[in-house]
Nanobody
């Protein structure tokens, strides 16, 4: 099993930045990849970005690339999502997930962007 814990969410003004962290514990050799998703009130959960845990190669949803940057620190078993130029519509619960089939999920962290 792998446990994921997100942190770094909070309240930020539009135009600001936040960095989310996702720390993994347990059988971290099963990570294979880590991704970030978000779910806004009344909307479906949507994919943001993923990173290959071994190579560090990232991949993004088309609309997310540019303002969002995914990275990871293998030694710390931690993944990151840097979010810049935040918009009100970025308000959502942000989740990290890991494993080839997105087997493992964190509990989510709230990001609220005010105008």
């Amino acid at each position: 099993q792998v446990q994921l814990v997100e942190s770094g969410g909070g309240l930020e003004q539009a135009g600001g930045s936040l960095r989310l962290s996702c720390t993994a514990s347990g059988r971290t050799f099963n990570l294979s990849r880590m991704g970030w998703f978000r779910q806004a009130p009344g909307k479906e959960r949507e994919f943001i970005a993923l990173i290959n845990w071994s190579s560090g190669l990232p991949g993004y949803r088309d609309s997310m690339e540019g303002r969002f940057t995914i990275s990871r620190d293998k030694a710390a078993n931690t993944g990151y999502l840097e979010m810049n130029s935040l918009k009100v519509e970025d308000t959502a619960v942000y989740y990290c997930a890991a494993g080839q089939g997105w087997t493992y999920w964190g509990q989510g962290t709230q990001v609220t962007v005010s105008s």
